[in-house]
């Protein structure tokens, strides 16, 4: 399932991983790793923030795209599922039926 990864980063860690080098490293290596549709960085509430878009295949791979933020950088995390305009499509009939 496609899927928006949210990682906010807290101010005091990614200073340090700024000063120390660290986070260029591992933004190559984790992108290399989760091969994501799409990859945004941004400022969102004070904080580094990252959004990455993914395809989720089982729920036991959740670890594998969490646990690397939590421990690298103590970071927040979020996974949203989303669509693209064709899979929407696709669904879209189903609600209706089920409207009826």
Do not use: W
Not at 24 to 49: D, M, V
Not at 55 to 61: A, M, W
Not at 68 to 73: P, S
């Amino acid at each position: 399932m496609r899927t928006m990864l949210r990682i906010s980063i807290p101010t005091e860690e990614g200073n340090r991983a700024i000063r120390d080098g660290s986070i260029g490293k591992f933004i190559e290596h984790t992108l290399s790793e989760l091969k994501p549709e799409a990859t945004y960085f941004t400022a969102e509430n004070g904080r580094r923030t990252a959004y990455l878009f993914v395809d989720v295949k089982d729920s036991s791979e959740l670890p594998f795209y969490a646990e690397r933020f939590f421990l690298g950088f103590n970071a927040s995390l979020e996974m949203i599922p989303v669509m693209n305009v064709e899979e929407l499509k696709r669904g879209l009939p189903k609600a209706m039926a089920a409207l009826q």
